[in-house]
């Protein structure tokens, strides 16, 4: 029986101003529910969920939830370089959080080099669409994803719409990357971690085992 839990670890980081909903997402993806009311985020918030991306492989995939507030960014950043994915989002009903976007993608480009990160844009709160309540059109909308790299989706965590989706998104899309070569594993990064050890890791196992050989065998 395999007692493996999981054979890869993602850490995906939750990006947007303030207010736009990163957390009632993650708490809609992770536990299925939803609050009316809940507390902003201070400095950083983690969720854990698991994930199978095909048959067999099983990622863990570990969300930080950033505080969308200025005062607090100094502690948000330090989490920006060990991280494969963003869900880079904005509020469908408040343009300033979709004009913001494009600032808190550099911020991350700015820190991660030479790591990849990839990215899904989500219009959040579709659910003010229907009420007539939408500053942002999907046509803009989807052309700054173009520019970013990113596929677009619209979501609610109130209704649950797409939720589950957008999450679901960006992680399969990290697996592919990870298939093709676009990401790598490397020792000292913490955006994707095997079950299994890194060539570099057994390498360094093989030397160690190695010179305490040599040593024992010294007379």
């Known amino acids: 029986m395999d007692l493996t839990l999981w054979q890869y670890q993602f850490r995906i980081i939750m990006l ?3 207010t736009v909903g990163k957390s009632s997402m993650l708490k809609r993806y992770t536990e299925d529910l939803f609050l009316e009311s809940i ?3 201070v400095g950083v918030d983690f969720f ?3 994930l199978e991306v095909e048959p067999g492989v099983r990622v863990k995939l570990q969300f ?4 969308g507030q200025e005062r607090f960014r100094s502690v948000t950043r330090s989490y920006y370089r060990n991280s494969v994915g963003g869900l880079l989002v904005f509020d469908l009903g408040n343009r300033k959080s979709f004009e913001n976007v494009q600032q808190w993608y550099e911020e991350v480009f700015e820190r991660v080099q030479p790591y990849t990160v990839l990215y899904v ?3 959040h709160k579709s659910d003010r669409v229907k009420a007539g309540e939408r500053a942002v059109n999907r046509t ?3 052309k700054l994803a173009t520019q970013l790299g990113a596929p677009y989706i619209e979501a609610s965590a109130k209704t649950g719409h797409n939720v589950k989706e957008a999450f679901e998104l960006l992680t399969r899309r990290i697996y592919q990357g990870l298939k093709s070569g676009e990401i790598q594993l490397r020792d000292g990064w913490d955006g994707v971690k095997s079950s299994a050890p890194t060539a570099q890791a057994l390498q360094r196992k093989q030397k160690s085992e190695a010179a305490e ?3 024992s065998c010294a007379c």
Do not use: M, P, R, Y
């Open 16 to 18: 947007g101003d303030s």
């Open 39 to 41: 507390n902003q985020t």
């Open 48 to 50: 854990v969920h698991f």
């Open 64 to 67: 930080w939830d950033t505080a």
């Open 121 to 123: 844009l989500v219009g």
């Open 140 to 142: 803009e909308a989807e």
């Open 213 to 215: 050989k040599n040593k």
